[in-house]
């Protein structure tokens, strides 16, 4: 068995995230960014079949953007870490963070959580 990680970092969605009234009136901008713990019987051959494909990741965080409005960080990267393991058997963990891009001038401000397989 051998072990890789897949990230997909930094991906900015527009999404109506946050319990507050001006967080509510418009979507932000928030990064989100995902690792997969990936396991495979042998190294991978070069072909994509081979291995954990991430756009199934990219397309399913822009489809929760899209679908409704979350109140809480914590609630998108429960989500996408759902998304994440759903997908295929070979993940066997995830950790996904959420930026809040805009709500401070000086700062960014996220959420973060790792959840294994099983």
Avoid at 20 to 38: G, K
Avoid at 40 to 64: H, M, N, S, W
Avoid at 75 to 90: F, G, H, K, Q, S
Wanted: hydrophobic residues 45%; glycine residues 6%; aromatic residues 6%.
């Amino acid at each position: 068995m051998v072990d890789y990680t897949i990230l997909l970092e930094g991906l900015e969605v527009v999404i109506g995230l946050g319990i507050h009234d001006h967080e509510r009136v418009a979507p932000q901008r928030v990064a989100v960014s995902v690792w997969l713990t990936c396991a495979y019987d042998a190294v991978p051959e070069d072909r994509i079949e081979a291995v954990v494909d991430y756009d199934y990741l990219r397309e399913g965080i822009r489809a929760l953007g899209e679908a409704r409005h979350i109140e809480l960080q914590e609630t998108l990267c429960e989500e996408v870490a759902r998304l994440a393991l759903a997908a295929d058997p070979r993940v066997r963990a995830v950790k996904v963070r959420s930026m809040k891009l805009d709500v401070y001038p000086d700062a960014r401000v996220g959420c973060e959580v790792t959840r294994m397989r099983g």
